[in-house]
């Protein structure tokens, strides 16, 4: 007998309401495959695009879909003996570019290289909000290479990337500043931002120059590049859904015209980077923030609380 789990999905393109659970088949892993048990997810900026069919050359329009992609769970079954993994090990990780979402279900089926143990301080919900701070070290360290003593701008300073681009910001020496809701402004300056502004009083013309700027935004990037040093960097994470291609041309254009250019990467983070990843959390340089924790049954209202703005780190989906 077919062994069910749940799993939330959805038939059709639209809003949060679109979003239910329902029982499915449970997958079993293959040849060099992890089962993990799936204890909480997060939810992210790409999943609501996803659902919301606005990326359908990436998630095509076969229904029923899945969502979730960032999750916290245990190991519940190896196909194969794998170095590093064994049954019951707490791990973390993201849903493979190849199989897309699925997170948001009892059990999830990946390749060791997705998966990493993560900190015996924390728990499933806690592990669960920080999987996207691979996309944080990735930016500062890979891609702008921030260097001490560095002026940093963080856009969405108080979102599930930004609020860790800032502590690791100023872990990296940097002096942060951190753009946010008014209501965030204390939570971005206790994760160490030496400067927090309101970003909707707050106009570029009002802002000084910097050696590196974080983006977690997506619009008005060229209003953002002019602050940056002659050497400066920016690194983007979003793009603008409503102009594809305008977005996307003009990133591709300050690669090739002139200095400070503008990078842009899509993370899929393998176990080395979330091995780094729990290293920070060790030494207490990055720390997990949640906002709210939501039950599997009220995924759509995890979704609906992120379109509305305003979130504090992550909303956490817990699956049990």
Do not use: C
């Amino acid at each position: 007998m077919t062994e069910l789990m749940r799993a939330a999905m959805h038939d059709r393109f639209g809003g949060p309401e679109v979003l239910y659970v329902r029982e499915v088949p449970r997958p079993v892993p293959g040849p060099g495959e992890v089962l993990v048990r799936v204890r909480a997810i997060s939810v992210n900026g790409g999943e609501l695009a996803a659902r919301a069919g606005r990326v359908r050359l990436v998630t095509g329009r076969k229904f029923p879909q899945r969502t979730g992609l960032d999750f916290a769970g245990e190991v519940a079954a190896l196909a194969s003996p794998t170095p590093d993994l064994a049954v019951g090990d707490r791990v973390w990780g993201i849903m493979p570019r190849t199989a897309g979402f699925g997170a948001a279900a009892e059990y999830v089926v990946v390749r060791p290289r997705q998966l990493a143990r993560y900190p015996a301080s924390l728990d499933p919900t806690a592990a669960a909000a920080l999987p996207v701070g691979t996309t944080a070290i990735t930016a500062l360290r890979d891609k702008a290479r921030l260097r001490p003593g560095e002026r940093l701008l963080v856009r969405g300073a108080a979102g599930g990337v930004g609020n860790v681009v800032v502590q690791l910001g100023k872990a990296r020496g940097a002096h942060v500043t951190g753009l946010a809701r008014a209501d965030n402004l204390d939570l971005v300056r206790g994760l160490g931002a030496d400067e927090v502004l309101d970003y909707r009083t707050t106009s570029t013309s009002d802002l000084g120059r910097y050696d590196v700027v974080v983006d977690t935004v997506g619009a008005d990037l060229p209003a953002y590049r002019r602050l940056l040093t002659p050497a400066g960097r920016m690194v983007t994470i979003a793009f603008d859904l409503d102009r594809v291609a305008a977005s996307l041309g003009y990133i591709l254009g300050s690669t090739v015209l002139g200095g400070r250019r503008v990078r842009f990467f899509s993370g899929n983070p393998k176990t080395a980077l979330f091995t780094d990843l729990a290293s920070y959390v060790d030494k207490g340089m990055v720390r997990p923030v949640v906002d709210t924790v939501f039950p599997l049954a009220e995924i759509g209202a995890a979704h609906a609380a992120l379109e509305a703005g305003g979130v504090r780190g992550k909303y956490v989906v817990q699956i049990d």
